[in-house]
């Protein structure tokens, strides 16, 4: 069956940087595409960032130049490093992929707050 497994969240304070991770099951290469969304407080789930099977990526114009997301084939796993993190960044983060059906992971608490 598949699973998408998220890591790496936690309290960081502004200006700091984290890595989220997602594990996937099989290879990530199978998947058309594979993202990150985040989901902050009060607030409706929206696209962090994402990539294609064949390496393109997107962007949300919130994250451009701060967050930049990549993959691992031999581990099967998806990451998103987020540097200059904002209050604002605060949110459940969310690892997705798509192959006929959209997948979602549980998700991993980021705040980030002095």
């Known amino acids: 069956q598949v699973q998408l497994v998220e890591s790496g969240g936690g309290l960081v304070q502004p200006g700091g940087s984290l890595r989220l991770s997602c594990a996937a099951s099989g290879s990530i290469f199978s998947y058309s595409t594979m993202g990150w969304y985040r989901q902050g407080p009060g607030k409706e789930r929206e696209l962090v960032a994402d990539i294609t099977s064949g390496g393109s990526t997107n962007y949300a114009d919130f994250v451009k130049g701060r967050f930049t997301i990549s993959r691992d084939g031999a581990r099967s796993t998806l990451y998103l490093q987020m540097n200059s993190l904002k209050p604002e960044d605060t949110a459940v983060y969310y690892c997705?992929?798509?192959?006929?059906?959209?997948?979602w992971g549980q998700g991993t608490q980021v705040t980030v707050s002095s």
């Open positions: 997705n992929g798509r192959r006929g059906f959209t997948y």
